[in-house]
DNA sequence: CTTCCACGGGAACACTGGGGTG
DNA sequence: CACCCCAGTGTTCCCGTGGAAG
């Protein structure tokens, strides 16, 4: 008797190392990014000579190598500093988990042995823990705030009272190293802020298709086996991922889903229609895991959409129609309505999430609207709500407006 | 030019989960 | 223990505004 495994593990040898396909994976060599490391490495370089480094700021979109750079060349100046004996460490912080003024604060003191309730506290109070735990000996602390726009839109103290620091301390030193997507996000910042920040800036330019090309070969050849996959394979995802802003990630997702996809199909080669059904699957998933992360209320909006549009034969709502479905909806469900003011905001992020596309049109005379539609797929959205327990109930309502039609 | 309706910014408020103090 | 302080989040309230049909 076969055992049931047999035939998943003996795969059809099409992965080597498929981690090496994996986002958190930093190689060793990042291809098209000598410029930024370089740069990266001579401001840094002033930690190990004991001097404050200046601060940095790094622009690009997602999945342009930026993590991945900073990541690399800490580990090689933790390294170098480990060697020579400087207390100079780097911390990393993404400031999508530690998104406030007090948590960030909280976090750095914890690092520096303070103990800190992770809430409670008056937020100066958290500072000066902090600050004291860091002073307590002679080191040169570099802070990097991945997602540093996440942190400023909840307010710029928090970057204000970091870039003063070192004003403030008599042993350590600080420097900071903020990674943001959004090339715009200084605009909202204090100028003080900004100038101390910005001392020195480093762009990451998105990949273009041949770059990508360069980087998908070279994870390849580790990843797969020998002919594993199709000539086609990879200009094929460098192409579909650069016409998609050239995020290298999307690159490597699709590289790997591939490979998945051959391999539950039994087949020997990745081939280029392999690379198109993980293109499907991903954006399947894509979709799915954005809605099911979405607030309650934010996916009952979602679905009045859904229902308006299995109701009437459009494809297109007022911000009116889809506001009253809500209510009908709050009602049937037995929950308190939010108010439309809060409904519009809903589906600002919606839209935002590329899940409905809204746009604001003026009826003259009769004022103006929000003309709502789906933007994806209804099959992707309507079974993924349902499964939210909360909202079993939708189901019913959809049977009866069917039946009623 | 008026008129209408929802958009969307901002202030205010309520509530939560934690602190310290007497 | 009771009580008030604090940061953070989600919500409502208020209101000025845009812009084409009438």
Known sequence: MENLFEDL????????????LRPTYVPE????????????????????????????????????GKTSTVKYVSNELEEMARKRDSNCSLLYINSEVFDTQYRLFAYLARVFNRRVPMIGWPTDMVYSEFKNGIDAEKRCVIVILDEVDKLVSKGDEALYNLTRINGELKNARVSLIGISNDLNFTEFLDPRVKSSLGEEEIIFPPYNAAQL??????????AFTDSAIDDAVIPLCAALAASEHGDARRALDLLRVSGEVAERLKSKKVSEEHVRLACEKLEMNRVAEVVKTLPLQSKIVLSSVLLLGSERNKRRFSS?????????????????????????????ELDILGL??????????????KEISLSVPEECVQPVILEDYKLKAISAIRVRTQSTL
């Open 9 to 20: 593990i003996s795969d059809g040898g099409i992965f080597a190392n498929k981690e090496v």
């Open 29 to 64: 060599n990042l291809p098209h990014r000598k410029e930024q490391i370089k740069g990266l490495a001579d401001i840094l370089s002033a930690a190990l000579k004991g001097e404050t480094p200046s601060n940095i700021l790094i622009y690009g979109k997602t999945g342009t």
């Open 213 to 222: 090309q360069d980087i998908l070969d070279e994870r390849a050849e580790k």
């Open 320 to 348: 009116g129609e889809v506001y009253n479905m809500y209510r009908r909806l709050c009602t049937h469900l037995g929950m308190d309505a939010l108010t439309q003011r809060r409904v519009t905001d809903f589906v600002a």
């Open 356 to 369: 409905v596309n809204a746009v604001i049109v003026s009826k003259g005379r009769y004022g103006r609207t």
